[in-house]
């Protein structure tokens, strides 16, 4: 079992920034693979980003691919998800997700999932 922890949220302005932490509980943190979604207001959850288990390899949605990066420290069970170049289509809710599997980009490949943290982006 692992719970995860989303924090790091808030309201930021267009073009501004944001760290989003997303803390783990539990002594296998390191096998998993680790990654991030989003949910805007009658949106489906989409896919964001995800991180290996070792940190070697990420892979991004092309539409974060060079404003995101998604970072790993397995010796603090945490994952973060650095926000640049922030746009007001980037509003959602944040998740972060848990995978046994190699790699995962689909909500159904996710295993455990934490509660989300809010990302508002408005002047």
């Known amino acids: 079992q692992v719970q995860l922890v989303e924090s790091g949220g808030g309201l930021v302005q267009p073009g501004g920034s944001l760290r989003l932490s997303c803390a783990a509980s539990g002594p296998t943190f390191n096998t998993y693979t680790m990654g991030w979604f989003r949910q805007a207001p009658g949106k489906e959850r989409e896919f964001v980003g995800a991180i290996s288990w070792s940190g070697s390899g990420t892979r991004y949605a092309d539409s974060v691919k060079g404003r995101f990066t998604i970072s790993r420290d397995n010796a603090k069970n945490t994952v973060y998800l650095q926000m640049n170049s922030l746009k007001p289509e980037d509003m959602a809710v944040y998740y972060c997700?848990?995978?046994?599997?190699?790699?995962?980009?689909?909500?159904?490949?996710?295993?455990?999932w934490g509660q989300g943290t809010q990302v508002i982006v408005s002047s």
């Open positions: 997700g848990a995978s046994r599997r190699v790699w995962g980009i689909r909500f159904a490949d996710y295993d455990y």
